[in-house]
């Protein structure tokens, strides 16, 4: 036993398990170092009065790395030697979570060769579960087994099971009864920490493994039993009761929270829920220094005692890093991690659990939300605390005021946060590699890094028709309006003193609906989102975005741009691209706005048909958009049906980017959708000006935004679809039945006038400036403006419902030179 393991279990000479032993009557009996593997404390579980709480496995007590990693290793040497150089080749380890899962890949690395695997509480979409099992005493029981590769546990060899502690044997029974049903082995080998079966219990697995025909053998660090007195379970329960009911909150005083980017290497999994190799150890090895030297710069100057804390079942990665950072800095370094086991706290050095911090769950739990712990971190001296979590935890009740960090900063002074990316299985590679996203200003008028687009540059191919003749063949049924683009229209010296006029009134107001927005994404969908705009549209507010978060928080956010074609869906190779480089959880699609929804409805369906095919989850198809005036979606700037500028306006306003093209002929499967860019056209380019325009409004609206966000989150932003409701009744009363032709608020009335053949507009009744430019080009196409006074947009327009060749207006005359 190491000097440091006898320090931490021993409080001023105590033994911190002599509370419960001396409440209870529980005895502890076995080996002699048993009092230094093991303390005492009381659970809030029905099922069991008691816990034994290791003071070497890095779960309830901070320990020091090297004990923590070094009693798994040492256990894993020893299985190495039990099973012989051939066996040990072929065997495969397994864990338990949430506990042992740290242990068991320090057991594997004891091995050397051995690929591991733990089970999980936590399912994941797309993946099929190999196996699973029951923990009866556990607080929460069901375990489930997601390889990877299924052929992980169908193999021959030893199978090498690991526990923190063997108690009754019935999570070993069960699992091997389970995994033995489906691929039989002649041996099996438990390993734990402490092995504190009863004479019965161990009779029970020798007969057990006569049964099956197959031998199992156990390897501890230590073994003993727990002698329990008559009516323990009770007596527990009344002694929880008392003291929780006692138990005050010291008063806290607030430190400081950062985010920390560890470079986590690509591809590599997080840890063994779908399965470890030792390639991925290999990996895991080389990228350590420079990580582990990541977090050593990012530590307070004079730092003394430093905790890396790592979450439930994500221990073996927060341990390594820990390990690592212990050899590299003068600092103290001890690691624990977070728990769903409740237990009590009693502040006494003979009880192994001192303190507790209580916080929500923040990774979306699949048995639903409940409270999470971190014990012996209270009151432990640490000066600094380093919580590092996986992507699926990086949510927003992670950074709510009551969530862990939140209660981290209660006690300690410094709180650095890292996030490791969930590993999620893929689909087999495709065939063709999708190549780097196109970037400015070889393609668009914007800086490099201001967006990415996940398109294919079509430039030097002719795909504008004149706007008459696409739409009659997209109306007869002959073409899909994505298979062609319309001429750019042009504006006049009138029109872009419009569009400037527009800008200098609107610039505070956009500025506002940005801010609101970005702050709505970045407080409940991702605290790093990556922005998925909708090109075109879309692209200019996912800038603009992107440009909030910089002032705001100084995030530097990623942003892409993608083609989304109604009828044809969102485009998959896209989204494989996005899933392949980033966490499909932290990605948010961003339009500039609604008009009655339908690209809202293509974008939830499209991401729901390409994850069932795909077998990659994790997109949320909720649009975060600048103005909501459909009502359609809960993340939104405003709901007002204003003037956004960048409407006015085509590829000028869109980093002279074309709208995206679908056509079978020059997009085959392997892909990106095709756009042009306008090269040509960079004489007339408003696109970084109205940019520039919007943000530097910022500052001036910051406050206001403050407030506006406060007020929408406690606004109940269920969607109505109430413009849905209105273009299907305005449908069917102009005669046209066809909610594709009628093209609601002022974004998409200008669209129609731009880009199709216009049928009459319709104005509510008394709108005023910011309808200007939409009366001016409605009387340049000959167009009717008809004022309608229970309009719930400011304006509406009208595609012509029965198109021929040369009708443009109402009355059939062409357009207006």
């Known amino acids: 036993m190491s000097k440091e393991a006898v320090k931490n279990a021993v409080n001023d000479g105590v033994w911190s398990g002599s509370w419960v032993a001396e409440r209870l009557g529980v005895e502890l009996v076995g080996d002699d170092g048993l009092p230094a593997l093991l303390g005492l404390a009381l659970r809030r579980n029905p099922k069991r009065a008691h816990l034994l709480v290791s003071h070497v496995l890095g ?18 040497r020893r299985v190495a030697g039990l099973l012989g150089a051939r066996e040990a080749a072929r065997a495969v380890v397994l864990g338990y979570a949430e506990t042992a899962t740290g242990l068991g890949h320090a057991v594997a690395d004891g091995l050397g060769t051995a690929p591991y695997l733990h089970s999980t509480r936590r399912p994941v979409p797309g993946v099929a579960p190999a196996g699973g099992f029951e923990e009866a005493h556990s607080h929460a029981t069901s375990h489930l087994l997601l390889p990877e590769d299924p052929g992980l546990l169908s193999g021959d ?90 138990q005050t909150a010291p008063e806290p005083s607030y430190g400081r929270v ?82 769903r086991s409740p237990v009590l706290a009693v502040d006494d050095p003979g009880y192994a659990i001192r303190t507790r911090l209580v916080f929500p769950a923040h990774d979306d739990p699949a048995d639903g939300p409940g409270e999470r ?38 006690h300690v002074p410094h709180v650095l946060f890292a996030v490791v990316p969930s590993y999620v299985p893929h689909a087999p590679e495709r065939p063709a590699m999708l190549p780097e996203p196109l970037r400015g200003p070889a393609f668009s008028s914007y800086a490099p890094e201001e967006v990415g687009w996940l398109l294919q540059d079509l430039s030097d191919v002719t795909l504008e028709a004149p706007t008459e003749e696409r739409e009659e063949a997209i109306q007869s049924g002959g073409a899909h309006y994505a298979e062609s683009l319309p001429v750019e229209y042009q504006p006049s010296e009138q029109y872009q003193e419009l569009f400037h006029a527009a800008l200098d009134a609107c610039a505070a107001r956009l500025a506002r609906a940005v801010g609101v927005v970005t702050e709505t994404v970045v407080a409940e969908r991702s605290p790093r989102p990556v922005l998925v705009s909708l090109a ?51 990605v948010v699609f961003v339009d500039g706005w609604t008009g009655k929804g339908a690209i809202t409805r293509e974008l939830a369906e499209a991401v729901a048909e390409f994850e069932a095919k795909e077998g990659v989850t994790g997109f949320d198809p909720e649009i975060a958009v600048l103005a909501d005036p459909g009502s359609c979606v809960r993340t939104y700037g405003t709901r007002e049906d204003f003037l956004i500028p960048s409407a006015c306006l085509n590829s000028t306003v869109s980093g002279l980017i074309s709208r995206t093209v679908l056509r079978a002929d020059l997009v085959g499967p392997d892909d990106f959708h095709g756009a042009k860019f306008y090269r040509e056209l960079a004489g007339a380019d408003v696109s970084v000006a109205f940019l520039d325009a919007v943000a530097a409004r910022f500052p001036e609206v910051s406050d206001t935004v403050d407030e506006a966000v406060k007020e929408l989150m406690a606004e109940d932003r269920t969607p109505t679809w109430a413009g849905w409701r209105a273009v299907e009744r305005i449908s069917e009363e102009y005669g046209i039945h066809d909610v594709n032709l009628v093209k609601p608020g002022v974004g998409e009335t200008t669209r129609v006038l731009l880009r199709r053949v216009p049928w009459r507009i319709l104005a509510r009744a008394g709108a005023g400036a910011d309808l200007d430019h939409v009366r001016l080009l409605a009387e340049q196409r000959g167009v009717p403006v008809e004022e309608v006074d229970d309009l719930p947009y400011t304006c509406v327009g009208l595609i012509h419902p029965q198109y021929t060749r040369g009708a443009t207006g109402a009355d059939g005359r062409a357009v207006n030179p």
């Not at 779960?59 to 894993?76: D, E, I």
């Not at 692209?539 to 603009?544: A, D, F, K, Q």
């Not at 910089?550 to 741009?561: E, I, K, M, Q, T």
Request: hydrophobic content about 45%; aromatic content about 6%.
């Open 373 to 410: 712990y971190a014990y012996n971190v209270a009151g432990g001296g640490f000066d600094t605390v380093v919580a590092v979590v996986d992507s699926a935890a990086d949510t927003p009740a992670l950074h709510a005021p009551d969530g862990l960090l939140a209660r981290l900063a209660a």
């Open 157 to 246: 060899g030893p199978l090498v099971l690991v526990d923190d502690e063997f108690s009754t044997g019935n999570t070993v029974l069960n699992t091997i009864r389970d995994l033995h049903a489906r691929h039989p082995r002649g041996r099996y080998v438990v390993v734990a920490l402490v092995d504190m079966r009863s004479a019965d219990d161990t009779a029970r697995l020798r007969r057990f493994a006569q049964e099956i025909g197959a031998r199992v053998d156990v390897v501890a660090t230590a073994s003993g039993t727990v002698r329990l007195p008559e009516g323990v379970l009770e007596k527990g329960q009344e002694l929880v009761a008392g003291h929780e009911c006692a």
């Open 59 to 76: 779960k309830h007590v901070p320990q020091s790395p090297a004990v923590v990693y070094g009693h798994g290793v040492r256990l894993g």
């Open 536 to 586: 075109r549209a879309g692209t200019p507010v996912g800038i603009l975005m992107r440009r909030w978060a910089r002032f705001r928080h100084g995030l530097d956010l990623p942003h892409y741009a993608v083609s989304i074609v109604r009828g044809r869906g969102i485009d998959a190779n896209a989204l494989r691209w996005l899933a392949a480089h980033h966490d499909p959880r932290d």
């Open 258 to 339: 950062s985010r920390l980017e560890l470079h986590w290497p690509r591809g590599l999994p997080d840890g063994g829920r779908h399965g470890f190799t030792p390639a991925h150890r290999a990996r895991l090895e080389a990228a350590l220094p420079a990580m582990a030297a990541r977090i050593a710069e990012a530590l307070p100057a004079g730092a003394r005692s430093v905790l890396v804390l790592g979450f439930e079942e994500l221990m073996y990665a927060p341990l390594r890093l820990a390990r690592e950072l212990e050899q590299l800095v003068p600092a103290q370094v001890r690691f624990s991690t977070t728990t």
